[in-house]
């Protein structure tokens, strides 16, 4: 199975699903999108894939949201888009593509909906919390 995770490696929310999916015995394809950026089609793919909305996708704590004005329920989608484009912070994460979807993987958990298989328990997010125990049953 192919996995893509488009990550924050400064987000723990990022870093634990990518721990979660190598836990599962998955080689993602890691997308540093900070660095990298987005395209139109590339976000608007995704957004579709993961039944999202821009607003929806909209990161608004560490981001400059706010200070943009993209706020405001009157922003249009358009304007939400080209604010991402330019400072693709803006954009929540972790998104992750498998063949069982495409999902914003908040909470962390979210992605254990998209792998074949579950990583061996006990297993826990980096705050220590449980997500999966001893017997490999899902705890959340």
Do not use: K
Request: aromatic share 2%; charged share 20%; glycine share 6%.
């Amino acid at each position: 199975m192919t996995v893509l995770i488009h990550h924050n490696p400064d987000c723990g929310t990022s870093r634990n699903v990518l721990s979660i999916i190598r836990a599962a015995g998955e080689n993602p394809v890691i997308i540093e999108y900070l660095d990298t950026g987005w395209t139109r089609p590339q976000l608007l793919g995704l957004f579709a894939a993961a039944d999202l909305t821009p607003r929806s996708a909209l990161r608004v704590s560490n981001s400059p949201a706010e200070a943009l004005g993209l706020l405001d329920p009157a922003t249009s989608e358009e304007t939400l888009i080209e604010a991402m484009l330019a400072h693709p912070v803006l954009v929540n994460r972790p998104i992750v593509c498998t063949p069982r979807g495409t999902r914003l993987c908040r909470p962390s958990e979210t992605v254990l909906d998209l792998l074949d298989t579950l990583p061996p328990g006990p297993f826990a997010r980096e705050d220590g919390s449980l997500l999966i125990d001893a017997e490999g049953n899902r705890c959340v």
